[in-house]
Structures are given as C-alpha cells and as structure tokens.
C-alpha cells in the first residue's frame, strides 16, 4: 500500500524551530519529488515548498511566505522527507501536508510533463503560540 | 505567481443534481490544471489531472474539462459522499498555486 506519514509537529513558540518527518512506503521513494503543503485552520491550501529526486539534483523551491525559513530535505536511505521550520511565526499555524508528485508525459515529438499529488498523508498539526 | 480563482466559493444541492465548479487562471496554463477533493478533517484527494483526466478509483461521474485560463469541475449526479470542498491546482509553474475552494453543501 502506497502511504506516507507525517510526525513531528507540536507546539512552539514564536521564533522557535521545528522539524517535520514524511515516511513513505509501498512506492519508490528515491525517484519521487515530494512536497509540502498546508492548511491553516477554516483555510484553503497553500503550497510550502518541494524537493525533487536525485536524478534532478535534489532540486528545492519554496513558497515566497516561507523561503529562508524553511528547508525541505530528504533521505533515500530511510524513504523520508523532511521540513525544516525555522523563525516560526504564528502564522505558520497549520496543519502540515506532504505528498507525493507524479509525472505524466504526453506526446513523443514534444513532450508535455503534466505534474500532479495522487498520495497524501494524514497530516501532522503544527502550533505556533505563546 | 500564477493566481487561481474558483466560483462560487460555496454551492448548495440536492442528491441527484448535476453540478458545475469553475476555475480560472490569471494567465494561460494550458491544461496543467488538477482537481483535488477535501472532506473534514481528511487529506485532499485527486480526482482530476491534466484538466480532463479521471484518477484511477474515482467515480466516473466526476469530469474535468478547459485549457488555457478556464476549467471546470463536472459532477454529474450527486451522491452524499460528494459533500465536501473542491480546489484546483495549476501544475504550469513554480510555485504551485491552488484557487480558494469550492465548499459544496446540502440543500
């Protein structure tokens, strides 16, 4: 079964730092992007960031709200994504989301690479306050 | 970035409808465009890719279709378990960028 699973979140204070866990399983791991996303409380969606697969030299982005605060990184070894949340401020309040990317290639002459999430996790609750 | 717009933002129906949920693209992203399904409390779920594409498990009454800046979401029959929140996903660039939801109710 194809599944991930975040752990790691909790309460912090503002301006503290915290480091979220994705496990996966039942999937190749070494050749998947990941991403995070989250959801703060009655809100809609919002990208935090991806990393990429080795053969695309661990590529990272961000989300503007969240760059140079937060660091995505993985492991291989242990099929497991992580994020690195720094300068947390209460806004960063969210239940946090990772999942994996597909992609799908249409077209031999001029391929077209359609990216979307198909697996999520459960989620894990992180709590920035005082 | 890449701004997504849903409408309605909130829908009421009854079992059986057939229903519409539109989203639009602050610019051309071909059909780079994902649907995702969100109950409470749940993880979102795909239901779409690539404007027009049915995930694998999900029912048929669910359809996508658009390219370029206007897409919709297609329910052609409503079950009880359709009850929940709808997003789209522009897939065309970085960063990924999701319109605000369309949360569908019971009438």
């Known amino acids: 079964e194809v599944q991930l699973v975040e752990s790691g979140g909790g309460l912090v204070q503002p301006g503290g730092s915290l480091k979220l866990s994705c496990a996966a399983s039942?999937?190749?791991?070494?050749?998947?992007?990941m991403h995070w996303v989250r959801q703060a409380s009655g809100k809609g969606l919002e990208w935090v960031g991806r990393?990429?697969?080795?053969?695309?030299?661990?590529?990272?982005a961000y989300a503007a709200s969240v760059k140079g605060r937060f660091t995505i990184s993985r492991d291989d070894s242990k099929n497991t994504a992580y994020l690195q949340m720094n300068s947390l401020k209460t806004e960063d309040t969210a239940v946090y989301y990772c999942?994996?990317?597909?992609?799908?290639?249409?077209?031999?002459?001029?391929?077209?690479?359609?990216?979307?999430?198909?697996?999520w996790g459960k989620g894990t609750t992180v709590t920035v306050s005082s | 970035d890449i701004q997504m717009t849903q409408s309605p933002s909130s829908l009421s129906a009854s079992v059986g409808d057939r229903v519409t949920i539109t989203c639009r693209a602050s610019?051309?992203?071909?059909?780079?465009l994902n649907w995702y399904q969100q109950k409470p409390g749940k993880a979102p779920k795909l239901l779409i890719y690539?404007?027009?594409s049915l995930q694998s498990g999900v029912p048929s009454r669910f359809s996508g279709s658009g390219s370029g800046t206007d897409f919709t979401l297609t329910i052609s029959s409503l079950q009880p378990e359709d009850f929940a929140t709808y997003y789209c996903?522009?897939?065309?660039?970085?960063?990924?960028?999701f319109g605000q939801g369309t949360r569908l109710e019971i009438k």
């Open positions: 690539a404007a027009s």
């Open positions: 039942g999937f190749t791991f070494s050749g998947s992007a």
């Open positions: 999942t994996r990317r597909v992609t799908m290639v249409r077209g031999v002459i001029i391929p077209n690479y359609y990216y979307y999430m198909d697996v």
């Open positions: 996903q522009q897939s065309y660039s970085t960063p990924v960028t």
């Open positions: 610019q051309s992203i071909s059909s780079y």
């Open positions: 990393i990429r697969s080795k053969a695309n030299s661990y590529a990272t």
